[in-house]
């Protein structure tokens, strides 16, 4: 699933198509079936934590277009006939807008969507309001200290558990996925089997992760991401490297399944850099 430095470079690169105008609009979402946006200015791009929002004007009407990509949703401007042609062809489609801008005409298309919603503006930030601190977001002040006690509250459900399942509630971490979970767990030399009531008395533990998750995420805002292990040749420290060598002290990286929210999801770590005892044996994913 992307994560949010991917959803921050995605805004970065369709924000030229800000002002433009929309000619034509095809949402083949049941709930937007009807939905038309002919006539709409785009007003703006941004991200976040993983939503991308578009926001659209018409007279004194201002909508947000919300969708969020899941495992494997994309937005792609197409400009050329060919492959506007294929892509409109495509059950995989979810949006299509068709944007004029200086006398040009292109395709904004979003496929695979896991979710689209078109809102009022002043409803946005209300379905926004779950998203915890978000280190790349253009419309809020990141708190690191909001964050550490986002990150070690009770907020209910399964993230409650561990570290690890914490680090992938939205309502504590916006933009933190799979992939840079594993990381920054490494990089604080914590297990992700850590019991989160743990982390509660241990508040410089706690400020380091919420310290390392802002700044992998601003450091691959702007590039494709690599956590910068110093073999440039690795992109990763463990993540996806199980039964490999760790990177800094040799041991083989494991690799096994953690409940969390949205079920039970991959979780990579070195046990001799991050040795926290385990509450548990976990059950190794093979």
């Given at each position: 699933m992307p994560e949010g430095d991917t959803l921050f470079r995605l805004a970065t690169a369709l924000r030229p198509l800000e002002g433009a105008t929309v000619a034509g609009s095809d949402l083949r979402w049941p709930s937007l079936a009807t939905a038309r946006l002919e006539g709409a200015r785009l007003d703006s791009v941004r991200a976040e934590g993983k939503r991308l929002l578009l926001t659209l004007s018409s007279g004194s009407?201002?909508?947000?277009?919300?969708s969020h990509l899941r495992m494997e949703g994309r937005w792609e401007v197409l400009d050329d006939d060919a492959g506007a042609a294929r892509?409109?062809?495509?059950?995989?489609?979810?949006?299509?807008?068709?944007?004029?801008?200086?006398?040009?005409?292109?395709?904004?298309?979003?496929?695979?969507?896991?979710?689209?919603?078109?809102?009022?503006?002043?409803?946005?930030?209300?379905?926004?309001?779950?998203?915890?601190?978000?280190?790349?977001?253009?419309?809020?002040?990141f708190d690191p200290a909001r964050a550490a006690n986002l990150l070690?509250?009770?907020?209910g459900g399964a993230s409650d558990g561990s570290l690890g399942a914490a680090l992938l509630d939205q309502r504590r971490i916006?933009?933190?996925?799979?992939?840079?979970?594993?990381?920054?767990?490494f990089l604080a030399r914590m297990s992700p089997w850590t019991p989160l009531e743990v982390i509660r008395d241990r508040l410089e533990a706690a400020a380091a992760v919420v310290g390392l998750s802002r700044d992998v995420l601003v450091a691959n805002r702007a590039r494709r991401r690599k956590t910068t292990p110093e073999s440039w040749s690795e992109r990763y420290w463990v993540y996806g490297r199980d039964g490999r060598p760790c990177l800094y002290c040799g041991a083989a990286v494991r690799r096994a399944e953690l409940p969390g929210t949205g079920g039970e999801r991959a979780v990579f770590w070195c046990p001799q850099c991050q040795p926290e005892a385990l509450p548990g044996p976990p059950r190794d994913a093979g």
């Open positions: 009407r201002s909508a947000v277009l919300l892509a409109l062809r495509s059950h995989r489609v979810r949006a299509v807008l068709t944007l004029e801008q200086e006398g040009r005409r292109r395709l904004l298309v979003g496929t695979s969507l896991g979710e689209l919603r078109l809102l009022p503006a002043a409803e946005a930030p209300r379905a926004l309001a779950h998203l915890g601190e978000d280190p790349l977001s253009t419309t809020r002040t070690t509250a009770p907020l916006a933009g933190l996925g799979n992939v840079l979970r594993a990381e920054v767990l």
